[in-house]
């Protein structure tokens, strides 16, 4: 996983001033629209520096969670992976043994999942499927009735 490069120094002193000066909610919120740290140091009248100093711990998060996002299912497997290589002969007596074997099973399906292997998968667009009700609707409302009169 790759780190965010480190920022000049600021002093210590310094960081409560800039923390006060940066609404961190807002200038997370920039960052994520686009803006450069240049942007949101001139929005919050400081520099790029401190901008970049200060989302920091927010640009790394947002790096792990993508990162998860898209190994999901690889970190499923190696947990499952871990979790069966460490049961023994002298696990499988004990009752946490069940426990492992199910947390295992819980990770095998989220694996499925995440790779799209489930044995069910149902998905569905509910647009299309409320166009084509109201196009049969319809076609049954201008169909003829034909049924003959003495029946």
Request: aromatic fraction near 6%; proline fraction near 4%.
């Amino acid at each position: 996983m790759e780190t965010a490069t480190k920022p000049p120094e600021i002093p210590v002193d310094l960081l409560p001033v800039i923390q006060q000066k940066i609404d961190i909610e807002k200038a997370v919120e920039l960052r994520r629209r686009g803006l450069s740290y240049q942007e949101i140091g001139t929005y919050f009248d400081c520099s790029k520096q401190a901008a970049h100093h200060a989302l920091i711990p927010y640009t790394i998060q947002s790096k792990q969670l993508k990162d998860y996002k898209t190994y999901r299912a690889d970190i499923y497997a190696d947990m499952g992976r871990e979790i069966l290589t460490s049961i023994d002969r002298a696990d499988i007596q004990k009752s946490s043994a069940y426990q492992r074997v199910g947390m295992v099973s819980l990770l095998h399906e989220k694996e499925s999942l995440e790779r799209g292997q489930a044995t069910q998968i149902i998905r569905y667009d509910a647009q299309a499927l409320r166009e084509r009700y109201n196009e049969l609707k319809r076609m049954l409302d201008e169909t003829i009735d034909v049924t003959p009169e003495d029946v």
